[in-house]
């Protein structure tokens, strides 16, 4: 769930994602809180810490919604892509049946 709506820009694409500790989604400057733990940062974490990867719609209601009946699952998705378009961009996450990740994101996992 987003904590505050402040939307990267391509002016400011400083996005980093923590993991090591509370795991948060960061804008920098001025270290603002984007997201907190939830299903919308393990979704933007899962596809972000491995750089290039495309998973389809299905592989990610597996992974997340694997408690929810199929139609309930898919509307978590989508509810979860618009949340997060909103947050970190409406072109960070790419692609309609493949997802991927289509803007920077730093990670202290790679420091």
């Given at each position: 769930?987003?904590?505050?709506?402040?939307?990267?820009?391509?002016?400011?694409?400083?996005?980093?994602?923590?993991?090591?500790?509370?795991?948060?989604?960061?804008?920098?400057?001025?270290?603002?809180?984007?997201?907190?733990?939830?299903?919308?940062?393990?979704?933007?974490?899962?596809?972000?810490?491995?750089?290039?990867?495309?998973?389809?719609?299905?592989?990610?209601?597996?992974?997340?919604?694997?408690d929810l009946d199929q139609e309930r699952?898919?509307?978590?998705?989508?509810?979860?892509?618009?949340?997060?378009?909103?947050?970190?961009?409406?072109?960070?996450?790419?692609?309609?049946?493949?997802?991927?990740?289509?803007?920077?994101?730093?990670s202290d996992r790679d420091e």
């Open positions: 769930m987003p904590v505050e709506a402040v939307p990267a820009t391509d002016s400011d694409p400083s996005l980093e994602l923590r993991t090591l500790g509370a795991a948060a989604l960061y804008a920098q400057p001025g270290n603002h809180l984007l997201l907190a733990a939830g299903k919308p940062l393990a979704l933007l974490a899962y596809l972000a810490l491995a750089p290039g990867r495309q998973c389809s719609r299905e592989s990610l209601i597996d992974l997340l919604w694997s699952a898919r509307r978590a998705l989508r509810q979860t892509l618009f949340n997060l378009r909103r947050v970190v961009g409406d072109d960070a996450i790419a692609g309609a049946e493949e997802l991927r990740l289509a803007t920077a994101i730093r």
